[in-house]
């Protein structure tokens, strides 16, 4: 059996995944990101580690590392990423040298995309968006049946203008990811109950039991991406919006509020399905996998 | 010498063109639109009186017929055209009926966007967006080398929300067409200086001479245009954004706000030229004459 280990370089975690040939999630190891880690040592390091350890059980073909921000494929480069706060960051070639393994490259989004494109809950769909919710967010922009990412620059619906009231990583006020982030979330639920330490999971298991500030929050996060899929619907006009990352785990809780909205505020626009992905939060592990398992297939 | 007519249905005129197959345009002809004409039974008495009429001096080989909204192009169906008030309307047919005639059907902008890509402004970009600005605005979206319209309801740019202040003929507020459309600028100069029947040509002339009014009013309409292209080189990433329609004839004094604002607004974002169309308010009608040069070459 071979396997490969996915790698996914988030703004809170680096997750690394044990995958089998199947796309079966052996073993899973989680590290906190390190902070403002410019230059790459220290995550190189951390995922060395993570390598290393499943490297003791199995033998390991290939690794699959996902980063987010904007990046140059071809060349395995980071050209910016403001929650890791990395600038031309040739991160792929750090990692390969440091491994000595074959590195697979590709942007957190997409990666998740190429799963619930190949077999998930964007599977059949010529026109489709996959917007995974975690520490930041971008979308993967499936177009005319495949992942459209002009040069790696498209996507970043995080930054776009939703008129919230937030202020930004990116230096912007009322961008996506300031108010639906599972940051922002976190962030906005702490500031206004006093609390510390919420995660999102508790937020909207708070929403289900009805606290009204988590309603209150929710509320805010649930409507800014329900405006951020209106633009995205009045330009691009998927078949199918498909919802990943940790927040995708909410279910119904964040799909129903966002669906209403649209519902009563569509008017010439065709309307989409809203998913939550296949996958769930594993989606970028699998896409991760998959894409390594692709460099095995091309003995590179 | 083989002859065309290229129709394009706008919300204020019809407009026909009478072109040869090198693409020069060697007659126009417009025609008030029929207001409110849903049955679609007027717009085809008046575009046969344009073919009539160049009929009588050339030979026509086919008509291409353009029009705005949404619609779909393999049954030449409009499927919704607020400003003509049109709902699911067989338009092509209908005028090929009435003309016996082969007629070409695309997207007035889409179609515009034609004759940028293949010998335009757009030239050579493997990702860009036409953008018409007339009675309505809309964008043709080139993504990697191909016009993308996800089955005819993508570009609709004019009704995404840039914080604008007007009501749109869409149902919404805060709509780009409503600020920035020719007919969102004719009305605010107007309602703010008490004058009729002042054109944006005038308007912009007005506003390289210093009035207040008009200074006022262009601004309102340059920054809502480029907070729509902040959004859209958020989500697409175009190496260029190419404006048409009767504004684009404004030229730098169009372009200059809009780079202005977008110098100081974009971060991350990859910078996009800003360009005049080439082929000016005339890259409808090529266009237009080069599908319907595509059709007789087809021999249909």
């Known amino acids: 059996m071979n396997y490969v280990v996915a790698v996914d370089v988030g703004g809170t975690d680096i997750k690394g995944a044990l995958v089998d040939s199947d796309f079966n999630v052996i073993a899973t190891k989680n590290i906190r990101t390190p902070k403002a880690d410019t230059t790459g040592v220290e ?36 050209r910016w990423a403001g929650n890791l706060q990395w600038n031309n960051l040739p991160i792929r070639n750090l990692l390969a ?37 975690g520490t930041g967010i971008a979308a993967a922009l499936i177009i005319d049946g495949e992942i459209r990412s002009a040069e790696g620059f498209a996507g970043e ?15 912007k006020t009322g961008c996506l990811e300031a108010a639906s982030s599972t940051l922002a979330i976190s ?23 009805g606290d009204p500030i988590a309603i209150h929050v929710w509320n805010d996060a649930t409507s800014a991406m329900a405006r951020a899929c209106e ?20 279910g119904e809780t964040f799909l129903k509020p966002i669906r209403e909205y649209l519902d009563s505020s569509l008017t010439f626009q065709r309307k989409p399905r809203l998913e939550i992905a296949h996958y769930k939060s594993q989606a970028g592990a699998i896409g991760c996998a998959m894409l390594a398992f ?7």
């Open 187 to 209: 962030k906005a639920y702490e500031s206004q109950s006093g609390k510390t330490g919420v995660t999102t999971e508790e937020i909207y298991k708070l929403v289900v039991a």
């Open 97 to 133: 040298e440091a491994i000595n393994m074959p590195v697979a490259f590709s942007h957190d989004v997409r990666t998740a995309a190429v799963a619930e494109m190949r077999s998930g809950a964007a599977k059949d769909a010529q026109n489709a968006i996959f917007i995974p919710v």
């Open 157 to 171: 619906i995080g930054h776009v203008d939703v008129r919230g009231k937030y202020s930004c990583v990116c230096g």
């Open 43 to 78: 995550t190189v390091r951390a995922i060395k580690a993570i390598v290393t350890e499943f490297a003791q059980h199995q033998t390991i073909a290939a690794v699959g590392l996902v980063v987010p921000g904007t990046l140059d494929e071809p060349t395995g480069t980071s």
């Open 294 to 300: 692709d460099l095995v297939k091309a003995g590179k």
């Open 231 to 250: 633009v995205l619907i009045t330009i691009l006009a998927p078949e199918v919006i498909v919802f990943g990352g940790g927040l995708s785990n909410a």
